[in-house]
């Protein structure tokens, strides 16, 4: 995992969720955060696509469960 | 370098709405991320909720597709702009029951923007996918039942729905034909034109409908970039993510006009935004204005501006330069598309660009926050969205290729549609100036006059002059002898009194045809020819215009046999201008009322003289 990659997106997830940053770990998941609903999960996914120049698979968006398996799947297509 | 996001969360912190503000539009004109959108959004809502006011736009988006990421985009853009959107989105794929189904949440809502974004393939499905196999007589009836749905729904939309309505067309497809799509019978892509034709007759038809050409959108961004066939599989999100900030932005050129967040005037710098090069350096020679690069892309940017000059949109210069080197460029080189007569106001000094922005709004009569303001110089442009916020500033790219793009997205100059005055006022402007120069250059006021070379047509009102005479009963306030306005009606039936009658004068001058620019309405009534209402747009207030028309007036006066011209001053707000008009032209004062004065003038002594240096083309009112 790189560090890069886990700076990026919790900040993405930070702005995308309304959470102050040094709340954001890799076990931010929709069941700790209230509103983590399928539409904010939806923005997540388009928020980290934009923000990276990506498209990412229907399997790596299927992987995202947490903020640490957005950072999993963020650093496989950085590596 | 933006603020960060930190620094911005200090700043509403420490009560600096106005800095946070500023900070905020910074990080986003930086990165108009769908990320920095949601931060934006939330920051602004807690300014708000701390105070700021900014004007609300409701906007209610029914659809057939997935348009919630792109929401937080719109709001960010909008907040930005000065805007609070409040955003609804219909239920899923039920525009058409939302819309036929009277007492559900569109009307509680009560959106100032109704936006109808359907896809081709939800809304004529066969017409994608199935088109191989259809007869010509099937495709004739998916595009008449598809355009019937469209005249059904905005119809209903039309008499249920206050505000605007915004209906995207339909993205044409890729041809299930392949390459013989346009020379066989049933061209596929001429099927979905014929339906976006329709919607475009709907809509012309229709009060406050418009097209968002959706199609023309994909084209610009690229078919294959725009769309994300795996998000519309799993998520019927149709818009790759990169994509979604150019559909909130096109929704913007709209919503910018509908809620009146629109500038009047583009105030531009020279050197390296005009020209390349700096013309006290390089000189006329030196700079940069042909059709070789860099100098195509300076004549490029010259022609989007000359058409917004058409549009209506005034321009004016804003340079720190010599006065003497910069307008020789602009009259005599080669190159340049724009000239003196396209600037309604020049501004070419080594002052403060942001004070030089403010007496340009005042010269110009506009609001400060009417105009926009463009320059290559990012430390310019900073220093003017420091010092006058109010100010809409452009932001270039560095590559000038793409200057001319950014002043034509600029979306404060669209507006909701072009009539024969918004054609018209940016030349009368650059007229006025040049007229005023030339005042200021007169050695005496007479001789302004004469250089001015002023031609002027007094004529009955007929039909073709009524609707502009009613017009200046109802707008002209300053030199207005009495401010009765009159409707068309009310002044068609006060002319066809047999002792009534009405004039109106139109000037032309060396600078250009200023129209009919004044009214007079007289009853010839026995000895006595009243005058009922005498006016003149302030256009031409100074230039001795009113003098020509009451000697046409007193003329008409004394060949239908009175001896007597008298009239009212009624005093206004506004027309303190006019207050001296007749003890200026020998009237005397008879009586007073109310605080207004009778003046009448007596025509045995002698005619009112017409001014020597207006040409003159009469009609008669008894050619009628």
Redesign the interface.
């Known amino acids: 995992m790189s560090d890069e990659a886990a700076k990026k997106v919790i ?2 997830a930070a ?2 969720l ?1 959470l102050p ?1 040094e709340q954001v770990t890799r076990q931010t998941a929709p069941t700790n955060v209230e509103n983590w609903d399928s ?1 904010l999960h ?2 997540l ?3 980290l ?3 990276l ?1 990506v ?4 399997e790596e ?1 299927d992987k995202i469960r947490s903020v640490g398996d957005a950072i999993d799947v963020v650093a496989a297509r950085l590596n | 370098m933006a603020a960060t ?1 930190e620094e911005i969360d200090r700043l509403i912190a420490d009560g600096a709405p106005t800095g946070a503000r500023a900070a905020l539009a910074a990080l986003w004109h930086e990165q108009p ?4 959108a ?2 934006v959004v ?1 920051r602004f809502e807690r300014l708000q909720a701390g105070g700021m006011k900014l004007q609300p736009f409701k906007v209610a988006i029914l659809r057939s597709f ?1 348009v ?2 792109i929401v ?1 985009l719109l709001r960010a853009l909008g907040f930005v702009a000065g805007l609070n959107l409040i955003v609804r989105i219909g239920e899923f794929n039920a525009y058409t029951q939302e819309i036929l189904t009277s007492g559900n949440w569109l009307d509680e809502f009560s959106a100032n923007l109704t936006i109808l974004a359907v896809q081709a393939r939800d809304i004529v499905p066969d017409l994608f996918e199935r088109y191989a196999d259809l007869s010509q007589e099937a495709v004739a009836n998916h595009v008449q039942q598809a355009t019937d749905a469209y005249r059904q729904i905005l119809t209903a939309a039309r008499a249920r729905l206050g505000g605007h309505i915004l209906v995207h067309s339909l993205e044409l497809p890729d041809t299930a034909i392949g390459s013989a799509d346009a020379v066989v019978e049933t061209r596929q892509r001429e099927a979905i034109q014929r339906i976006n034709l329709a919607i475009g007759d709907i809509a012309k038809s229709a009060r406050d409908v418009y097209v968002l050409d959706y199609d023309a959108l994909i084209a610009e961004r690229g078919r294959t970039a725009w769309h ?1 066939e ?2 519309w ?3 019927r ?1 149709p818009i ?3 994509e ?1 900030i150019h559909l909130a932005r096109q929704w913007m050129r709209f919503i910018h006009p509908m809620s009146g967040r629109i500038c009047k005037a583009l105030v531009v710098d020279l050197d390296n935004t005009l020209w390349g090069g700096v013309i006290g350096e390089d000189g006329i020679q030196g700079i940069r204005l042909d059709d070789s690069f860099p100098g195509a892309a300076f004549r490029n940017v010259q022609r989007e501006m000359l058409s917004l000059h058409r549009r209506g949109i005034l321009l004016a210069v804003c340079s720190k330069n010599n006065p003497a080197d910069a307008m020789e460029a602009i009259q005599n080189h080669p190159g340049m598309i724009l000239r003196p007569e396209h600037f309604a106001c020049l501004k070419i000094n080594w002052l403060d660009k942001a004070e030089n922005l403010r007496a340009i709004a005042s010269e110009l009569n506009i609001g400060i926050d009417s105009l926009a303001f463009v320059d290559d110089n990012p430390v310019e442009r900073e220093w003017v969205r420091e010092q006058a916020p109010e100010v809409t500033v452009i932001d270039l790219p560095d590559d000038p290729l793409g200057f001319a793009s950014a002043v034509q997205k600029a979306p404060v100059f669209e507006r909701l549609s072009l009539t024969d005055e918004d054609r018209s006022r940016a030349a009368m402007y650059a007229e006025q100036r040049m007229r005023l120069e030339l005042s200021q250059s007169a050695t005496s006021v007479e001789d302004f006059y004469r250089s001015l070379q002023m031609r002027a047509a007094i004529e009955p009102v007929n039909d073709k002059t009524l609707a502009r005479a009613v017009q200046l009963t109802q707008k002209t306030n300053q030199f207005n002898l009495t401010t009765r306005r009159y409707t068309e009606q009310q002044l068609s039936a006060a002319l066809s009194a047999k002792v009534s009658r009405g004039y109106t004068i139109s000037v032309r001058d060396r600078f250009g045809d200023n129209g009919i620019v004044g009214l007079a309405l007289i009853c010839l009534n026995g000895a006595v020819c009243e005058i009922d209402t005498f006016l003149l747009s302030c256009r031409v207030i100074g230039r001795t215009v009113e003098t020509a028309l009451l000697a046409h007036l007193a003329e008409e006066a004394s060949r239908a046999g009175a001896s007597k011209v008298s009239g009212w001053f009624v005093p206004n707000k506004k027309n303190a201008p006019a207050a001296d008009f007749y003890s200026k032209h020998g009237f005397s004062l008879v009586q007073e009322k109310d605080g207004a004065a009778r003046w009448e003038l007596d025509l045995g002594c002698g005619q009112i003289a017409w001014p020597e240096w207006i040409a003159c083309e009469r009609g008669s009112a008894d050619e009628r």
């Open positions: 900040r993405i702005d995308v309304n940053v539409v939806l923005n996914v388009l928020a696509e934009a923000e120049g498209q990412l698979e229907p968006v | 996001r991320t769908p990320a920095v949601s931060f939330s997935t919630e990421p937080p994300d795996r998000k599989i799993m998520a999100m790759a993510a990169g979604m």
